[in-house]
Antibody, heavy 116, light 108 residues
Framework: EVQLVESGGGLVKPGGSLRLSCAAS????????MNWVRQAPGKGLEWVSSISGSSSYTYYADSVKGRFTISRDNAKNSLYLQMNSLRVDDTAVYYCARDRGFMDVWGQGTTVTVSS | EIVLTQSPGTLSLSPGERASLSCRASQSVSSSFLAWYQQKPGQAPRLVIY???SRATGIPDRFSGSGSGTDFTLTISRLEPEDFAVYYCQQYGNPPKTFGQGTKVEIK
């Protein structure tokens, strides 16, 4: 079964850091680009970042550029999002999603709350 | 960046009725690289349509997508109870990927 499972969310103070993880199974992880997508409480979906299968290319939304870093470890079938200088408006459920241009497989999400 | 505008914001319909959801892009979407997702409360989004008109695996044929350029439509021919949800369109032809703000299909 193709599956993505996120972890690492939690409560953090403004200016703090958090590292999210996404464990992939059931498919050849290294063959796919991957995405992080977030959803603020009661709001819509926002693409955050993408990374190519070999990690050669990374892309970021303007809202997180310079603060977030996407990475992956194909040997561990894992995707990561290092989030620094967190702001209150980064509060959201963060999903990892497999990329085919569209996003055909999604994890269940992990919640990040930035609050003092 | 391409801005996607979905309408209406909320669609109130009864089971068995037809639903038509609109997604309009601020500029032409390359090669009809337009997807639709369904999201129910507390759940992750689920891919419904990609390439503007191709159904994702496991999606029933009452769901159909159409359109090109700047105007796209998701149609649900006869609403089943499990279809009441929020639907998002997303374009992936021009970086960055962008989503519409969503249309909620609610039971009337």
């Amino acid at each position: 079964e193709v599956q993505l499972v996120e972890s690492g969310g939690g409560l953090v103070k403004p200016g703090g850091s958090l590292r999210l993880s996404c464990a992939a199974s059931g498919f050849t992880f290294s063959s796919y680009s991957m995405n992080w997508v977030r959803q603020a409480p009661g709001k819509g979906l926002e693409w955050v970042s993408s990374i190519s299968g070999s990690s050669s290319y990374t892309y970021y939304a303007d809202s997180v550029k310079g603060r977030f870093t996407i990475s992956r470890d194909n040997a561990k079938n894992s995707l990561y999002l290092q989030m620094n200088s967190l702001r209150v408006d980064d509060t959201a459920v963060y999903y990892c999603a497999r990329d085919r241009g569209f996003m055909d497989v999604w994890g269940q999400g992990t919640t990040v709350t930035v609050s003092s | 960046e391409i801005v996607l505008t979905q309408s209406p914001g909320t669609l109130s319909l009864s089971p068995g009725e037809r639903a038509s959801l609109s997604c309009r892009a601020s500029q032409s979407v390359s090669s009809s690289f337009l997807a639709w997702y369904q999201q129910k409360p507390g759940q992750a989004p689920r891919l419904v349509i990609y390439g503007a008109s191709s159904r994702a695996t496991g999606i029933p044929d009452r769901f159909s997508g159409s359109g090109s350029g700047t105007d796209f439509t998701l149609t649900i021919s006869r609403l089943e109870p499990e279809d009441f949800a929020v639907y998002y369109c997303q374009q992936y032809g021009n970086p960055p990927k962008t989503f519409g703000q969503g249309t909620k299909v609610e039971i009337k």
